[in-house]
T-cell receptor, first 113, second 110 residues
């Protein structure tokens, strides 16, 4: 799995509670990404990071925040979880460059009840 | 805001070549075409990518038209384990982002 670990792998939480998902890499790749996947939508980009403390929004960033204080860790936080954030979340890493591929983690299944 | 168009589903007989098409008519000159696949609910798996020339690796071949407005992923001898959703992606060079569409669900039939 290209040295990517997502934690937790499964989580059930209640509406209104904060949740943090962690992506840890051992590849020292500069770029990291968070996606969510819902039926009928494929994967949609939430936030991405192009270096330590450098992050930017993707296409579905509302309700999410991210932090990257170290190269190896990219955290995704739901400040106040809602049922619409029930989804499978994938982290990806990539080296800079025009023709470099991204490698994906195995996903975190989050259920907000 | 997907920049690619793929058929939603395809079938292929086991042992035959699977040819998966993708349209990317708005592709820019420096944007690569990437192919990934996703089996069940696993993380997407990288297959191949290319810019202008046709590419081949141990998994597949990628044929890109001369005008770069479309491409075809070829799995030369499909097996049941190739049943998956296949995504064609054009990387947005400026933002270094990968935008996924809904992909093609390929079913390999025994």
């Amino acid at each position: 799995d290209a040295g990517i670990t997502q934690s937790p792998r499964h989580k059930v939480t209640e509406t209104g509670t904060p949740v943090t998902l962690r992506c840890h890499q051992t590849e020292n790749h500069r770029y990291m990404y968070w996606y969510r996947q819902d039926p009928g939508h494929g994967l949609r980009l939430i936030h991405y990071s192009y270096g330590v403390k450098d992050t930017d929004k993707g296409e579905v960033s509302d309700g999410y925040s991210v932090s990257r204080s170290k190269t190896e860790d990219f955290l995704l936080t739901l400040e106040s979880a809602t049922s619409s954030q029930t989804s499978v979340y994938f982290c990806a890493i990539r080296e800079p460059g025009q023709g470099t591929e991204a490698f994906f983690g195995q996903g975190t299944r989050l259920t907000v009840v | 805001d997907a920049k690619t168009t793929q058929p939603p589903s395809m079938d292929c007989a086991e042992g035959r070549a699977a040819n998966l098409p993708c349209n990317h008519s708005t592709i820019s000159g420096n944007e690569y075409v990437y192919w990934y696949r996703q089996i069940h609910s696993q993380g997407p798996q990288y297959i191949i990518h290319g810019l202008k020339n046709n590419e081949t690796n141990e998994m597949a071949s990628l044929i890109i038209t001369e005008d770069r407005k479309s491409s075809t992923l070829i799995l030369p001898h499909a097996t049941l384990r190739d049943t998956a959703v296949y995504y064609c992606i054009v990387r947005v060079a400026a933002g270094n982002q990968f935008y996924f569409g809904t992909g093609t669900s390929l079913t390999v039939i025994p």
